[in-house]
C-alpha cells in the first residue's frame, strides 16, 4: 500500500511538512507503523498550487523518497496553501514515474492508498467505462489512476462527492460480477486546488488508516507554548495516513466510512457510500 498527507492552509514551506515532523512523510518511507508495509519505497510524488496558476505542479520519481536529494531541494524553497504528497508500495502494478502519486488533470489532483481487488480481471471492464474524450490522458497502469479518470467520467468537476461515490460503486459492481468478494480499498484525496476532499472506505468494512488534524485554534488552547501554533491560519488542516507526531489531542482518526471537505466556507464531515 502507500502513505499520503494532504495539506491546506497557511502557506508554507513543503520542507516543514515532509521532513521536520518526528513521523514526516519521509520517516514513514522507511517506518511506517499503520501501513501494510513497514517500507514505502516505490517512488513518490508530491503536487502544489502556486499563486498564479489554475494547475497544479507536479514532481514525481521511481526511487525512495527517503535519498531524493532533488525533492528535498525542492521542499526547502516552494511554498504553497495547498500540497499533496504521496510515498508508493506498488500493489503490483509496475514502479514508473507514470504510475507515481499524485495524478493530475487540469486543476484537479488525486492520490489514494489501497487497492481494487482482482483489478486484472477488471481492469478492461473499467477502462471501457471511461469517457473516450479522457481516456487518452490516462499515462499509467494503477488501479489509482484507472479510479481517478473514473471519477472524472462520473461528474467529479460537478459533485466531487457523488462522482467518487458513483466510481466506488461501479467497481465493485464489476468487480463482484467477477467474482471478487470485497473489491474496493481505498483512502482518496481529490483537490481542485480551492476545496480539498478526502474518502475512507472499503468493501470489506476494514479501511486503511486515515487521520486528520484538530483544528488550530484547539491546539493552541491546549499548546500555548508551541510557537508554529500562531504561525499558523485559523483555517489551517492537515490529512494524514498516520499522525505526523504524538502532539496529545492534535489528531483524530477519520471515521469508518466517511468523507470530509476542507472549504473556505467550512469543513464538514459525513458519511460516504457507494452508489
Request: net charge negative; glycine share 10%; charged share 20%.
Amino acid at each position: 500500500m502507500c502513505r499520503w498527507l494532504a495539506y491546506s492552509g497557511t502557506p508554507i514551506l513543503l520542507d516543514s511538512i515532509l521532513y521536520r515532523p518526528a513521523h514526516s512523510l519521509i520517516d514513514q518511507s522507511l517506518h511506517a507503523k499503520m501501513g501494510v508495509e513497514t517500507t514505502n519505497g516505490d517512488g513518490f510524488g508530491v503536487g502544489w498550487y502556486g499563486e498564479d496558476t489554475d494547475s497544479p505542479a507536479v514532481v514525481r520519481d521511481i526511487g525512495p523518497a527517503w535519498s531524493d536529494r532533488n525533492l528535498r531541494e525542492i521542499a526547502r524553497h516552494v511554498v504553497s496553501p495547498l500540497f499533496f504528497g504521496h510515498i508508493r508500495a506498488s500493489t503490483g502494478t509496475a514502479v514508473q514515474q507514470t504510475n507515481c502519486h499524485p495524478f493530475r488533470h487540469g486543476p484537479w489532483m488525486w492520490m489514494h492508498n489501497g487497492a481494487i481487488d482482482g483489478f486484472h480481471l477488471i481492469r478492461r471492464d473499467l477502462a471501457m467505462a471511461v469517457d473516450p474524450g479522457l481516456f487518452a490522458d490516462i499515462e499509467g497502469s494503477t488501479d489509482s489512476e484507472m479510479m481517478f479518470y473514473l471519477a472524472l467520467t462520473l461528474g467529479l468537476e460537478e459533485d466531487p462527492p457523488g462522482a467518487v461515490a458513483r466510481m466506488a460503486g461501479l467497481v465493485e459492481r464489476t468487480g463482484r460480477a467477477r467474482g471478487v468478494e470485497f473489491p474496493l480499498q481505498m483512502t482518496v484525496a481529490v483537490t481542485d486546488g480551492v476545496r480539498l476532499w478526502a474518502f475512507r472506505y472499503s468493501s470489506q468494512k476494514e479501511s486503511r488508516s486515515l487521520f486528520y488534524s484538530s483544528r488550530v485554534e484547539t491546539l493552541r488552547s491546549l499548546h500555548p507554548d508551541l510557537a508554529f501554533l500562531r504561525e499558523l491560519s485559523d483555517d489551517a488542516r492537515l490529512i494524514v495516513s498516520e499522525p505526523l507526531g504524538d502532539l496529545p489531542g492534535a489528531w483524530n482518526a477519520v471515521p469508518e466510512g466517511s468523507y470530509g471537505v476542507v472549504q473556505p466556507e467550512g469543513d464538514r464531515m459525513a458519511d460516504f457510500v457507494p452508489v
